[in-house]
């Protein structure tokens, strides 16, 4: 069975703070990976796609490791806005079902 | 910034009932897709769907569901006769398919309560 898994949560922290948020997937022949973001009772958004290399994108960094079958995002500078759940997604190619993680429902307080 | 669309926002129905969901998809994307998420759950595959025909379903898109393109803009979700476990967010999705780091776009989701 093709599974994604993230750390529980929920994570809650202050404004300002980093947090970092882990997945882990199974098939190793994914070929695309996304964290997406999802407000409460609303669809899910991409954040951003995850590249080998690591990508940034302002305060979000992701973090793709092959051989480990391993994901990261990280958020630095917490913001309140920040507040949401953040699903980790596994395409195993073009035109085929995403594969969802539970999400890590992240809660940032002043 | 074009989007996809989703009517209607919430569907209240009868169990037994017909419903039809309706999505517009990004109008130059070829694949499109139907999730469902259950209140407090994960995000789950449907079905997907190119060149007017079903390319990918999973175990719960059943004999009760169907998906039609019956236009150039248009993609449903028929469920034929409604249970209590299919009340769910249902969402539609589109991608252009043609990348290796291809990317779903949703829509913003049909909320089905089955009575």
């Known amino acids: 069975r093709k599974e994604v898994e993230q750390d529980p949560g929920p994570f809650n922290v202050p404004e300002g703070a980093t947090v970092a948020f882990n997945c882990t997937y199974s098939?190793?022949?994914?070929?695309?990976f996304f964290w997406y973001r999802q407000d409460c009772r609303k669809e899910p958004k991409l954040l951003m796609s995850?590249?080998?290399s690591g990508n940034e994108d302002g305060r979000f960094t992701a973090q793709l490791n092959r051989a480990s079958q391993y994901i990261s995002l990280l958020i630095r500078d917490s913001k309140l806005s920040d507040s949401a759940t953040y699903l980790c997604v596994v395409n195993p190619g073009p035109g085929t079902a995403l594969i969802f993680g539970k999400g890590t429902t992240l809660s940032v307080s002043s | 910034e074009p989007e996809v669309t989703q009517t209607p926002s919430h569907q209240v129905t009868q169990m037994g009932q017909e419903v039809i969901l309706r999505c517009v998809p990004i109008s130059n994307h070829l694949y499109f897709y139907w999730y469902r998420q259950i209140l407090g759950q994960k995000v789950e595959f449907l079905v997907s769907?190119?060149?007017?025909?079903?390319?990918?379903k999973s175990e719960i898109f059943d004999d009760q569901f169907s998906v039609e393109r019956p236009d150039g803009s248009n993609f449903t979700l028929k469920i034929r006769s409604t249970k209590l476990e299919d009340s769910a967010m249902y969402f539609c999705a589109s991608s252009e398919g043609l990348l290796r780091t291809d990317t779903q776009y949703f829509g913003p989701g049909t909320r089905l309560t089955v009575l």
């Open positions: 769907f190119y060149n007017n025909e079903i390319s990918e």
């Open positions: 995850v590249y080998s």
């Open positions: 098939n190793s022949a994914s070929q695309s």
